[in-house]
């Protein structure tokens, strides 16, 4: 059981362009909505992160939309590079969980030169 | 440096024989915790650890074994692995506390024939 949906699978987008990452949650009380970004032979690093009583964060050229009613949550990169080519993680935390995150089954993201 | 070192990084085996995949942290945090990464499915936890002597579940425990006796330390333990594991392998840390980024290490990929 998936419990955080993440689309889509991969993407592919032009230099300079917008790339659009989507995630769907169910359960209403996860409290904590990061991403994380992953370079091939790397492990995850964080990236940016949201509380649900923000609707939109927003760091350099990413940016996190939050939609609290729909229960999904956005990962927007401005201005897409090269070197932001990575597969990207949404991820949910639940509220008073000793186990701290579930995460999406990720996005492989091309940025075309 | 601040980093998760998981040891080793590469590993071909066969079935049923017993093999270890080592964690360490040098950030003192109390949180530890193992993923494995599937095509597809995203990462899933295996088991964590609040701290020395404290493990438990996550999603996908079946198989595994885990210990905590210092608090650098988390080895995952396959008693008996199967083709089935052969998965991308990912060990992180984190303090315990609220919204606390989790920093992974580079991952260990185990191939069991």
């Known amino acids: 059981q998936q419990q955080v949906k993440q689309s889509p699978q991969s993407l592919i987008v032009q230099k300079g362009g917008i790339s659009i990452i989507n995630c769907a949650y169910e359960?209403?009380?996860?409290?904590?909505f990061p991403w994380y970004q992953q370079f091939p032979g790397k492990g995850p690093a964080l990236l940016i992160a949201?509380?649900?009583?923000?609707s939109e964060k927003k760091e350099g050229r990413f940016t996190i939309s939050f939609n609290k009613s729909a229960k999904q949550f956005s990962l927007h990169i401005m201005d897409s590079q090269p070197g932001d080519s990575a597969t990207y993680f949404c991820?949910?935390?639940?509220?008073?969980?000793?186990?701290?995150?579930?995460f999406g089954s990720g996005t492989q993201l091309t940025v075309l030169p | 440096e601040a980093q998760v070192t998981q040891n080793p990084r590469y590993l071909i085996t066969v079935t049923g024989k017993k093999l270890t995949v080592t964690c360490s942290q040098n950030?003192?945090?109390?949180?530890m915790s193992w993923y494995r990464q599937d095509p597809g499915l995203g990462l899933r936890q295996i088991y964590y650890s609040m701290n020395v002597e404290v493990t438990d579940k996550g999603d996908v425990p079946e198989g595994y074994k885990v210990s905590r006796k210092e608090k650098r330390n988390f080895p995952l333990i396959l008693e008996s692995p199967s083709p089935n594991q052969t998965s991308l392998y990912f060990c992180a840390s984190s303090p315990v506390g609220l919204n606390q980024p989790q920093h992974f290490g580079d991952g260990t990929r185990l191939s069991i024939l």
């Open positions: 950030m003192n945090h109390e949180y």
């Open positions: 359960n209403t009380a996860f409290d904590y």
């Open positions: 949201i509380r649900p009583d923000v």
């Open positions: 991820a949910a935390r639940l509220a008073g969980s000793a186990r701290q995150l579930t």
